[in-house]
């Protein structure tokens, strides 16, 4: 994954939280950089700076993009392939917003973007109590019904 260092080289706080971050934090901050841009829009979009909302929702629909490229089908082909199905629901329903000016395609993008967010909010929060040796991850390879192993966390 990459991540466009140019607005965060003018700040030097948000250089380093993006240079510091782990994989999971970054994805988070997309998250909130997607969210952020496409609420500005709707804003726009009610004083009719179709403009600005043109801008803002081009940046959200780049983020969106950005993860979609980020998918890693090598490792884990269904999951990317649910994954990108809702990534391209998202950037549909920005394009649309963006071509025919309807806030209701923001709100659809919204709704879907904070719950992504949500998760990977608490994916986050996981992950790190499990760096921290808080909570412990065990795999174990059985057989399930389906003769595909299963893999259990504990924590």
């Not at 309807?102 to 608490?122: F, H, N, S, Y």
């Amino acid at each position: 994954m990459t991540v466009d260092m140019t607005a965060a080289t003018d700040n030097p706080y948000l250089r380093d939280a993006v240079m510091t971050a782990t994989p999971e934090q970054l994805q988070l901050m997309l998250y909130d950089g997607a969210i952020r841009f496409a609420s500005q829009a709707k804003d726009a979009l009610a004083t009719k700076d179709y403009e600005r909302s043109h801008d803002k929702l081009t940046r959200a629909q780049n983020i969106i993009l950005e993860m979609q490229n980020g998918l890693r089908f090598d490792i884990n082909p269904e999951l990317c392939e649910r994954v990108a199905s809702v990534y391209g629901f998202l950037y549909r329903k920005l394009v649309d917003a963006n071509v025919n000016r309807r806030p209701e395609d923001i709100d659809d993008a919204l709704k879907v973007l904070r719950i992504e967010r949500e998760t990977w909010q608490i994916l986050v929060e996981k992950v790190t109590r499990i760096r921290e040796g808080a909570e412990t991850v065990e795999f174990t390879a059985g057989k399930a019904s389906s003769d595909k192993p299963s893999f259990s966390a504990q924590g």
